[in-house]
């Protein structure tokens, strides 16, 4: 999709058409086309994601967040409770907390295997297995393990049960295996009811069948969590009200707009027309899945394209380690603090630098519900637009050598009060949406997206940002970390999230 994109857009400029079927969609490379689609404003006339409601009995209309359509109802109830319950300063200490205690555990796995050379049981037949080097399968389920510690509050396992069936254990399917393998099925049916009409879903034999299998599927799923939820209301009952809840997000879904909820009052100020009542099982279920899919690959993806760049960049690694030495000096196992985390601005520039350049969202859909005019031109209502995010993050009209890696263009403005209070994008360094070239104002502004816009804008950015500083610190300060195959390109899949396919490393205690 991207490669398709890049093309088009080299030879059509930005702004051209593409269809799939029978669907329209103009796609919009300039950042300046940005400005309306990334407004905050509840008025916004794009905070529509799909041009068709099919899939209800899949939860794909009108349940969770990202593919929720019904904007003026169940949408921004969910998103409400979903951004409060990710956004809430508290969650960010057990996050960090959770994502030291992770890394630690995925060394441990490493150790056992032999990745971390230099130690004493290297197990050669499964060092050489290039499965079990691959980065992208660890970071897949180290980032399994992470949300569903997030999501439900207890350890997700799929590390340590990847680990034991390398060593021939066998495990016992834990829960939370079972609901994140669910999960996953869960995520590659939706381009069936993407795709296919409730025609072909029900009487094409073939695709038919399929669809029925999804279809189980999503029922073992919202069963599997429907049984948490009820296990969760009834631990949260038995807590005595004036003593602390933990504070995972299924907490916070179930305690949202009751008496428990410590925030209830603010939110009804702040959210004047959203109606405020508890959420019910099957809202819960369909928000925590959208947490599972939002923060599993995204992230794992982000870091292994991180680590291929500092691999291949040996300066911009050298930057990051005395920034690291700066702040922990010879401790490479000090506890990391969130104080830590705001001061690690060259690696947030790095984080940042390394999704500009290979984003794992290239590109984002959305619909105008009312007509409009953008690039000059009136687009009747529920037009797709597909912003191309990848485009725009390579301009040369917005970026100094776009396509070289150089983290100083977030750090200088990061660390530069009065570059930020000059220009007037104070706010480059809490993810927004801005290029370099800051003299061309808003016609470069968007030029920068991670994590989308508007009101629509990613709401698990910060939790990414925390995961991100924090694995990138746990290992670069402690071992150097090496490619097998250094002339090996970066070996990308791009569908709706650009994946790695393959980074064959090993690790070795950094000298
Ligand atoms: C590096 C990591 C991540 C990246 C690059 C990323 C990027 C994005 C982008 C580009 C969007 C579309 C926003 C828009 O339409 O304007 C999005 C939406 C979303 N993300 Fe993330 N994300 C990341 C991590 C996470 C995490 C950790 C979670 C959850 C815990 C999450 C949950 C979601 C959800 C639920 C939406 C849909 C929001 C809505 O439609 O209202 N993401 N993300």
């Not at 999704?355 to 619909?367: G, T």
Request: proline share 3%.
């Amino acid at each position: 999709m991207d490669e398709v994109l890049k093309l088009l857009h080299s030879k059509y400029g930005d702004i051209f058409e593409i269809w799939f079927g029978s669907e329209r969609a103009i796609v919009l490379c300039h950042p300046k086309y940005m400005v309306k689609i990334h407004q905050t404003s509840t008025k916004s006339k794009y905070i529509k994601r799909f041009f068709r409601s099919e899939g209800k009995e899949y939860g794909l209309v009108d349940s969770g967040v990202f593919n929720n359509n019904d904007i003026h109802g169940s949408w921004k109830f969910n998103r409400m409770v979903f951004s409060n319950a990710l956004m809430r300063p508290k969650l960010d200490r057990d996050a960090l907390k959770w994502t030291i205690e992770l890394v630690k555990e995925m060394e441990s796995c490493w150790r056992r295997i032999g990745i971390i050379m230099g130690e004493k049981d290297v197990n050669k037949s499964l060092i050489e297995n290039d499965e079990v080097i691959n980065l992208p399968n660890w970071m897949r389920r180290f980032t399994y393990d992470m949300i569903y510690r997030i999501a439900i509050g207890i350890k997700g396992d799929a590390l340590n049960s990847y680990t034991n069936n390398l060593f021939g254990v066998n495990n016992q399917e834990t829960e939370s295996n079972s609901i994140i393998t669910s999960t996953q099925t869960y995520a590659e049916g939706i381009m069936y009811f993407r795709l296919y009409s409730k025609y072909v879903r029900n009487y094409v034999p073939y695709i038919r069948g399929i669809v029925r299998r999804y279809l189980d599927n999503k029922e073992y799923l919202y069963g599997k969590l429907t049984e948490i939820i009820e296990r969760r209301r009834r631990e949260i009952n038995d807590t005595p009200i004036n003593e602390a809840l933990r504070n995972d997000i299924l907490t916070s879904f179930i305690i949202a707009n009751t008496d428990r909820d410590t925030h209830k009052e603010k939110y009804i100020e702040k959210y004047k027309d959203v109606v405020m009542r508890p959420m019910k099982n099957e809202e819960i279920c369909g928000n925590l899945i959208d947490a599972f899919i939002g923060g599993t690959d995204t992230t794992a993806n982000l870091f292994c394209f991180i680590v291929y760049y500092l691999a291949h960049h040996p300066h911009v690694l050298t930057r990051l380690r005395q920034e690291l030495d700066s702040i922990f000096h010879d401790d490479i196992t000090r506890t990391i603090t969130l104080k830590d985390l705001d001061n690690l601005k060259y690696c947030e520039s790095i984080i940042k630098e390394v999704a500009r350049l290979q984003p794992v969202i290239s590109s984002n859909i959305r619909l105008n519900s009312e007509e409009d005019e953008i690039c000059g031109y009136i687009w009747p209502a529920n037009t797709v637009f597909l912003l191309f995010y990848g485009g725009m993050s390579k301009r040369p009209d917005a970026w100094n050598e776009p396509l070289k890696l150089n983290p100083d263009r977030f750090y200088n403005y990061m660390t530069n009060d009065k570059v930020n209070s000059d220009n007037g994008h104070e706010d480059l360094g809490k993810d927004q949406n801005i290029g370099e070239k800051s003299e061309n104002g808003d016609d470069i502004k968007n030029s920068f997206v991670m994590f989308g816009g508007g009101l629509r804008m990613c709401p698990g950015r910060k939790l990414a940002m925390i995961e991100l500083k924090c694995l990138v610190t746990m290992i670069y300060r402690k071992y150097d970390v090496e490619l097998i195959d250094m002339n090996a390109p970066l070996k990308t899949k791009s569908t709706f999230i650009t994946t790695c396919e393959e980074l064959l490393f090993r690790l070795k205690l950094r000298k």
